[in-house]
């Protein structure tokens, strides 16, 4: 999994970088100008720079998680990242988030494809994404990607509501 996890892949619109701590700056100014909407439903733990970068080398360091940022083509800029954790030798957890000010671009969507290409490569037969129940934007984007809705889940003492997406990997 270590060669797949740190393939860069090719898309029409976007490019799937691995995550590397070069980006650290640029992901969390990303960060900072999504922060109160990624908030609601990711805890990244992002106060300072430093902290990014702790991120970015936990994740790097991780044997069972796929990370990378996702990068516009045209103007190199980061939108966004993608991550999938290894649940088991057939299954892969997918979380994505896309800056808000690149969201309704078709940014998420080819970088779920392209994710998907690299998720059958390393193994893998199938996806699953848990999702907040308010969190309809990343809904109707799993929907489109293929996902069907499988059941629903509470967590944490806060009580979360996760709806509970899968797909399989062709």
Not at 47 to 59: F, G, T
Request: with cysteine; hydrophobic share 45%; glycine share 8%.
């Amino acid at each position: 999994m270590e060669k797949i996890k740190r393939k860069r892949l090719v898309g029409e619109k976007v490019l799937l970088e691995p995550f590397c701590l070069e980006k650290a700056k640029e992901f969390f100014e990303l960060y900072q100008t999504s922060r109160e909407v990624w908030n609601k439903f990711i805890t990244l733990g992002f106060e300072r720079y430093e902290d990014a970068i702790v991120y970015i080398a936990q994740q790097i360091k991780q044997d069972m998680t796929m990370a990378h940022f996702i990068i516009e083509k045209v103007s190199g800029k980061m939108v966004g990242f993608i991550l999938g954790d290894r649940l088991n030798e057939r299954f892969v957890a997918r979380t994505r988030a896309i800056g808000v000010a690149f969201e309704g671009q078709g940014y998420a969507y080819e970088a779920g494809l392209l994710f998907d290409r690299l998720a059958n490569k390393a193994g893998f037969v199938g996806e699953v994404a848990f999702i907040e129940k308010e969190n309809s934007h990343a809904i109707d984007l799993a929907k489109r990607c293929g996902f069907t809705w499988q059941t629903e889940m509470v967590v944490g003492w806060a009580k979360t509501v996760l709806e509970v997406y899968a797909k399989p990997l062709c």
